[in-house]
């Protein structure tokens, strides 16, 4: 069975910082998708960032990156220039697609404090 | 505006008494789904619908129904509710296999006594 596993229960990054959040996930599929969602205190759930596993170049989207490692089953989140509007929970999420099945796989999640 | 809603929001009830959370989207997306939350535990994904009466189960789909007879709705059926599913409840949706963008609603908390 598929999991996903986030180490980092809780962190906290100085507004404008860099900080990286980690994840990693087991699977014996070779085709599947990775994503990171941000869920602010609102409770809204919200697509930070999506990963291809069949493409090796890294995903970004603005000041998110990721640094997919697919040997390692490693997804980690960077976030560059923290803002305060950073602060939320995040978690990695993993989705396969092969023999009919579409099931996600959500990490535990690591709420994220961004101080001023 | 696209959108994923649903109802109720905030819902108590007692042991034992059937209730439905309804979940509508109306962007034409195939692909649904229903997760609960729990503190520690992330995301669980309860069942999921490919398109109109097609569906499957997810991680946690005991104690849970769910139906999909038009394109748009996604309900989530509680047939006999215990304390055990006290939780957040998101329903989401996107596009063909799920795959893309899952656009979340906001959420119902539920508690049961």
């Known amino acids: 069975a598929q999991t996903v596993t986030q180490s980092q229960p809780e962190m906290s990054v100085q507004e404008a910082e860099t900080v990286t959040l980690s994840c990693t996930y087991d699977?014996?599929?070779?085709?599947?998708?990775l994503f990171w969602y941000k869920q602010p205190p609102s409770r809204q759930m919200i697509l930070v960032i999506r990963?291809?596993?069949?493409?090796?170049q890294n995903a970004t989207e603005n000041r998110f990156s990721v640094n997919f490692q697919k040997a390692a089953k490693s997804f980690s989140l960077k976030i560059s220039d923290s803002q305060l509007g950073d602060t939320a929970m995040y978690f990695c999420?993993?989705?396969?697609?092969?023999?009919?099945?579409?099931?996600?796989?959500f990490g535990t999640g690591t709420r994220l404090k961004v101080l001023a | 505006e696209a959108q994923v809603t649903q109802n109720p929001r905030y819902l108590i009830t007692v042991t034992g008494k059937k209730l439905t959370v309804t979940c509508s989207q109306n962007?034409?997306?195939?692909?649904m789904s229903w997760y609960r939350q729990d503190p520690g535990l992330g995301l669980r994904q309860i069942y999921y619908?490919?398109?109109?009466?097609?569906?499957d189960k997810g991680d946690v789909p005991e104690g849970y129904k769910v139906s999909r007879k038009e394109k748009r709705n996604f309900p989530l059926i509680l047939e006999s509710p215990s304390p055990n599913q006290t939780s957040l409840y998101f329903c989401?949706?996107?596009?063909?296999?799920?795959?893309?963008?899952?656009?979340f609603g906001p959420g119902t908390r539920l508690l049961v006594l």
């Open positions: 989401a949706s996107s596009t063909w296999t799920g795959a893309e963008t899952q656009y």
């Open positions: 699977t014996s599929e070779n085709n599947y998708y």
């Open positions: 990963q291809e596993a069949y493409k090796q």
């Open positions: 999420a993993f989705m396969k697609s092969t023999s009919g099945t579409y099931k996600y796989i």
């Open positions: 962007m034409n997306h195939e692909y």
């Open positions: 619908s490919m398109n109109v009466e097609v569906t």
